[in-house]
């Protein structure tokens, strides 16, 4: 792998010849940080032009553009009307249901938003309070974010396939007065509840959602005819937001007013609410969308095929492409409904330029082999994008070769929940990429590699990645923990002021830099976060259970697998397969099931130090199928004789 991964991709001339970004960009960035940003804010409206663009007085609570002040769903809808291009599709929608699709223009997304906003503010919600939004990818979806930020209100999106468990938690934290849900959801042509989860959440009587008054309902599957329904709590959408007025007066608001929360897996079991405000994060999403995605108004059709419940979905589904003005397309159901044609009948259908995935959809579109898309159209695609995960060479040079046509540019993205846009990326027309490699640091962002003392490593040593400079989309909070936001990000490198990151990576002798992956208890499968204190807590939520591990192995398809290591109460019985889906079962009931442990071994025992820690690098080992790394500090090394007897 490693001398094909150092072959070079350089940009096409014709590509080059008429890209958004340039090197120069680089320069300009580190010649004057603050004016580079002040020149990209300078690319949103605002009702009142800030003054004042980086505070770091406070640090790490960061304030940018903080004298001015933005309405956040003008930038991304009203304004595009204003220009004269209310009739350009914003959004394609494609339903999971093969006939299922809607097209919807930026004045028809004015009106929805508006509609939305006065029926929020008609019940009496100010700006400040919070809104959960538990959907599929449906428009109303994306409708109800753009009315809270026209409002003010904070979003906070709860991807659907958590549990009701899950959004509880999240809605409590949050103290969410509104909760927006649909009836069902497809998955995988059929219809699945989906307002069920959200009742079983909210609970009642003694046991319900204090702080939730009503909980919106767009009528979606129509699979119930009885659907449950709490009177005076529960309304449609059709009957509130669907009478509302398309006419509405916005209000701009501070450029720290916070637009969102989105919560993610931290190293212990309580997700963490990651605080986004309006200006700063906006103007990050902008630029990001128009330079590294080249973005052409008026001619691209852009995707990006994560779901609006991760941060992704945020910034490249909502906030980046419309505040640019793009015709995107919405895709609401997996990549293999009906069969694993559907994405390239879709990219062929509407002439998709810009292609956005991870690359865990990338290695199954490779194992269902390179016919499927190879029986399509796919010349409109000029340039495709990678997230969420390291892409593996291997990976990246099918994806240019059999989707690219060898013709597209690849940018591999390297981001977090936390910084709220994308943070290193080759910048498409101006970087020759290494296959693997997010390679440089956006101009007017600065990350470096450095050791356990802060020292920057050389070029080819593996070191931690931070953050050392500021940037305007970074996450300003924990949502009600100071404390867990200073320590979490903050503390390991705190003599320095530094963020870091939790990833490890290496630059190279090129000076590209390579993300090796997560360096803490947080595991990435399919590209997405989970950590594994979650997942041990689930799993010893059972009764049978006494104590667990859970690591994440390497895994061909989905980057990660999550593989646990139970030991069971004294006396309780080990049903084999019976007792593994009921622990299975359980995760999926406590998180989702997209955190159901692939492999759940039971041992006698787990191998710790005598401090108690549980050695989680041995147990990697153990299941990734390797030599035992050092075993001195174990208590009893031979614990893993009987792990390895009980794997088989
Ligand atoms: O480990 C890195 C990995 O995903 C983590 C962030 O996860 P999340 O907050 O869920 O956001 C995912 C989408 C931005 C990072 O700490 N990661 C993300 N993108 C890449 C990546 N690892 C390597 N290469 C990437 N392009």
Redesign the pocket.
């Known amino acids: 792998m490693s001398s094909n991964a150092q072959t070079v991709f350089p940009p096409s001339a014709d590509f080059a010849a008429q890209a958004n970004a340039t090197a120069a960009m680089y320069e300009r960035a580190e010649a004057d940080p603050q004016e580079f940003w002040a020149e990209q804010a300078r690319r949103l409206d605002w009702d009142t032009p800030f003054t004042q663009v980086l505070d770091w007085s406070n640090a790490p609570f960061a304030s940018w553009f903080a004298d001015g002040k933005l309405n956040v769903a003008v930038n991304c809808v009203d304004r595009h009307v204003t220009a004269g291009k209310g009739d350009r599709v914003a959004i394609h929608w494609v339903g999971e249901p093969i006939d299922d699709h809607r097209d919807i223009t930026y004045s028809q997304l004015k009106d929805e938003v508006s509609r939305a906003a006065n029926y929020l503010a008609g019940i009496g919600l100010q700006a400040g309070d919070r809104v959960a939004i538990y959907m599929p990818m449906v428009p109303e979806a994306i409708i109800s974010m753009l009315a809270c930020a026209r409002l003010g209100l904070t979003h906070s999106v709860v991807f659907a396939g958590f549990s009701s468990a899950a959004l509880r938690s999240r809605v409590d934290d949050a103290e969410a007065k509104v909760v927006i849900t649909t009836d069902g959801q497809y998955r995988r042509g059929a219809p699945a509840p989906l307002k069920a989860q959200v009742d079983e959440a909210l609970g009642s009587g003694a046991d319900a959602a204090p702080s939730v008054e009503k909980v919106i309902v767009v009528r979606r599957t129509n699979h119930d005819p009885e659907l449950p329904w709490v009177d005076g709590r529960d309304v449609w959408w059709e009957d509130t937001v669907g009478e509302a007025s398309p006419e509405h007066q916005p209000e701009a608001f501070d450029a720290e007013h916070p637009l969102f929360l989105l919560y993610?897996s931290g190293t212990t079991g309580k997700p963490k609410g990651i605080v986004h405000t309006s200006g700063g994060y906006l103007t990050q999403a902008s630029y990001t969308f128009h330079n590294v995605f080249d973005h052409k108004e008026g001619r691209d059709v852009f995707w990006c095929g994560a779901d609006i419940g991760?941060?992704?979905g945020h910034s490249y589904l909502v906030y980046g492409p419309l505040s640019n003005g793009a015709t995107e397309v919405i895709y609401e159901g997996t990549p293999n409904s009906p069969d694993e044609h559907r994405h390239f009948q879709v990219i062929e259908k509407y002439g998709v330029t810009t292609y956005y995935i991870a690359p865990t959809l990338i290695r199954t579109f490779m194992k269902w082999g390179r016919e499927i898309p190879a029986a399509h159209d796919l010349s409109s695609l000029r340039l495709l994008g990678?997230?969420?995960?390291?892409?593996n060479p291997e990976a990246w040079r099918w994806y240019h070769e059999v989707i690219g046509g060898g013709r597209c540019p690849i940018v591999?993205?390297?981001?977090?929940?936390?910084t709220g846009g994308i943070m290193v990326s080759p910048l498409p027309g101006v970087t020759a990429c290494k296959p693997g490699s997010?390679m440089r640091p956006l101009p007017g962002i600065s990350a470096n590699v450095v050791d356990d003392n802060g020292v920057p490593v050389a070029d080819g040593e593996q070191g931690y990645l931070v953050l050392d400079q500021p940037w305007p989309g970074m996450l300003r909070g924990i949502w009600g923990d100071e404390q867990r936001f200073k320590d979490t990000y903050w503390s390991r490198f705190a003599e320095q002021g530094w963020y870091f990151?939790?990833?490890g990576a290496r630059y190279d002798e090129d000076g590209a830099l390579w993300?090796l992956?997560?360096v803490d208890d947080v595991m990435?499968v399919s590209?997405?976060?989970i950590s594994t204190a979650e997942v041990e807590s689930a799993l010893v939520s059972h009764s049978a259970v006494a104590e667990a591990a859970v690591i994440g192995a390497a895994d061909e398809t989905t980057g990660q697998g999550i593989v646990a290591f139970v030991i069971l109460m004294e006396g309780a019985a080990d049903t084999g397969e019976e007792l593994i889906k009921a622990l299975r079962d359980q995760v999926a009931v406590d998180i989702s099931p997209i955190a159901k442990p692939r492999e759940i071994n039971v041992v006698p025992e787990l191998p710790k130090t005598r401090s108690g820690k549980i050695m989680r690098r041995l147990l990697k080992d153990v299941a990734e199928g390797r030599e035992l790394g050092d075993t001195s500090t174990l208590v009893d090394p031979s614990v893993f004789e009987a792990i390895r007897a009980r794997r088989g």
């Not at 591999?412 to 936390?418: A, P, S």
């Open positions: 993610t991760w941060v992704t990678s997230v969420g995960e390291p892409i591999d993205t390297w981001w977090q929940t936390e997010a990151a939790g990833d993300v992956g997560r990435n590209g997405h976060r």
